[in-house]
């Protein structure tokens, strides 16, 4: 495997690039090196102590002590080895004497801890990579898969190996399983073979071209993720790539990529990109291959570094990128599908606002909604400085649906921020402004502890009446804040998933070697609740198939915690609480009988069965038939759907693999938006009860 980098630095895949893309003095019994043992230079020891100045600075202001040194080595550790595939217990142990060094080593710009561990690791891989290649390039087709022994699913919190000998039996056991899996998933004895092989020689490859400056990324992104994930360091390089990246310059797929325990995981999608629009790429799929156009073998990316991935899947605007990914949620690693995905562009018109006016039966009455969509917080920043009066910005856009909403005279609004992952903050301030009289939109903490408030600076409201805002589990930053904002003030319903919560302010550095973006603040909400890894909790909830587990700032290493301060000055426009216990019982009535939400819910519990299983058997005949007993719960509950919906069965697997593919080619292909799309129905039936309660209590004050 390569370089492990397990950072939550993101890629934007041709559109959007930032982040980590690699992964002392007075030092005894340090590792033997090997040849061409890789080494600082002079000017990583100048940058890593203007790293060290910097980072005083961090929002949170950690000392640079002896626990902080032991998180760094613990953190690196992690990084080169997640999966505990390549160091014994005995590497572990001599690396423990620097646990309380390299605090005092970095200040001095003294670097040999970070690379003697370093080249121990890459000692390990050669070794490891070198004996799997041999193994693997023999009679692999007569492997007997009939032992009861079983392989972890996650070695990420196992035992460290107390020796090379067990971990021989440990890549013993991994090998056997890629080869099973991949026979599971029907490919065929030779195809398996020279897939494996390729993989190990790229990876073995790979690792033998780390150079020093490699090293030094990892061992800062170390520091810099010790605390907290948003917080990265970038060589020279690839600080040129961030600059690139963004002026919009690239052309790719429109997707945000990390990397993670080996494997290219898909973070969410650009609005607007092309992977967005064709929707066959999801949230948390891993890609384990990239191929060009149709024809180009797919080429095998399990553990490549994230730029050279990503470098494979940007290209030419028109030309074609095919991915081969495990899906989130897939019952196991050899459940893989391949998707073809055209480059393009992502320009601002395509995150631009939209509406959209539904009627809706709700217990036997017509009510008539407004929607409008919110892809994401936009602004474009040069025509505004320039003063151009026409330039493109969200809140202007919003401004101008909701005076043509006025026409149709809907009953209410729905507000959809789902995906939509932020964006501008002076724009969701001013888009805060159109639906409150006059009042503070969001609080703003610095790492000094001085607190500013950012005001609304229009009074009046453009839209006065009934809101639900729709949010998922991908609304996060600026979405947070508008929603946050409609929360404290009683303006609107949330309806739907627990939010990201990413509250945190982020500022990008020049250094004399490359740049540190930095954590320097955090977000509040009027009320004093900060955003930052609670999220936005709706008043409503809604079944979902993502796992809170795998997505969302909890979900990464050293996310900084909830915490509350004093609330602004502000008046609540409305109190709802009064409703939400009657809404939420007619939510919950609504829920339990829609084939829908049944089909979710369904759905999610199967998932996470398979998300629970600790280890894998590498008996063939049991993992076929657990295999087989996952796929017919799978379609039982398809076919229940499909029931309600007095659409015919499916007949086995293949028919649901090739109708998901079809829904993944063509997702607008209902016509009506509310039965494609049951989330936005049931806010519809919420928002009608709403403005039903609201009626209610409105009569009943007139005649008190």
Known sequence: MSVIRKLSALIVAGLLLGGALHIGDGLQAAAPEVQGSIKPDKVHREAAKEIVDRLKLHYRRLDFNDSLSGQVLDQYIKDLDPSRLYFTAEDIGEFDRYRDQLDDQLRRGTLEAGYTVFNRFQQRVEHRLQKALTQLRG??????????????????????????????QIWDDYLRNSVLSMRLNGTPESEIQDRLVRRYEGQLSRVQQNSSEDVFQLYMNALAQTFDPHTNYFTPHNSENFDISMSRSLEGIGAVLQYEDGYTKVVRLVPGGPAAKAGQLKPADRIIGVGQGDKDAIVDVVGMRLDEVVDMIRGPKGSEVRLEIIPAGG??????????????????????????????????????????????????????????????????????????????????????????????????????????????????????????????????????????????????????????????????????????????????????????????????????????????????????????????EGALPNALPWDEIDSADYQQVADLMPFLQTLRQRHERRIQKDPEFVYVEELRSL????????????????????????????????????????????????????????????????EDPMKKDPYLRETGHILADMIELAQAQRVADKRD
């Open 607 to 670: 998932l996470d069965e398979a998300r629970e299983r600790k280890e894998v058997t590498l008996n063939a005949a049991s993992r076929e038939s657990w295999q087989e007993g996952f796929d017919k719960r799978r379609l039982n509950i398809e076919n229940a759907r499909r029931k309600a919906r007095d659409e015919e069965p499916l007949k086995d697997m293949a028919a649901l693999r090739t109708l998901e593919e079809q829904r993944a080619l063509d997702p607008e292909a209902a």
């Open 331 to 552: 019952a196991g690693e050899h459940s893989t599908r391949t998707v073809t995905i055209v480059r393009n562009k992502v320009v601002l018109e395509e995150q631009a606002a939209k509406k959209e006016v539904i009627e809706l039966n709700h217990d036997g009455e017509n009510i008539k909604l407004g929607i409008i969509e919110i892809p994401a917080f936009y602004l474009d920043f040069n025509a505004f400085h320039r003063g151009d009066p026409n330039y493109t910005s969200t809140t202007r856009d919003v401004a101008k649906l909701l005076v043509e909403l006025r026409k149709e005279n809907p009953d209410g609004l729905i507000i959809d921020l789902r995906n939509n992952g932020g964006g501008s903050l002076l724009e969701v301030n001013k888009l805060v402004s159109l639906f409150i009289n006059r009042g503070p939109t969001v609080q703003v903490r610095e790492s000094s502890g001085r607190v500013s408030v950012e005001n609304d600076q229009y009074p009046g409201m453009l839209y006065t009446g009934p809101m639900a805002v729709l949010v998922n589990r991908y609304s996060a930053s600026a979405s947070e804040i508008f929603a946050g904002a409609m929360q404290d003030y009683g303006r609107a319903l949330i309806v739907g998933e627990p939010t990201y919560g990413k509250g945190t302010v982020q500022t990008l550095l020049d250094l004399n070697h490359g740049k540190l973006k930095m954590t320097n603040a955090k977000f509040y909400r009027v009320s004093g609740s900060s955003n930052q890894n609670l999220g936005i909790v709706p008043d409503l909830l809604m079944p979902s198939l993502i796992d809170t587990n795998e997505v969302g």
């Open 139 to 168: 009679d692999i087709d007569q492997w007997k898969f009939d032992s009861d022994r079983k392989v972890l699913v996650d070695r990420t919190k196992a035992d460290w190996a107390p020796d090379q000998q067990a971990l021989d």
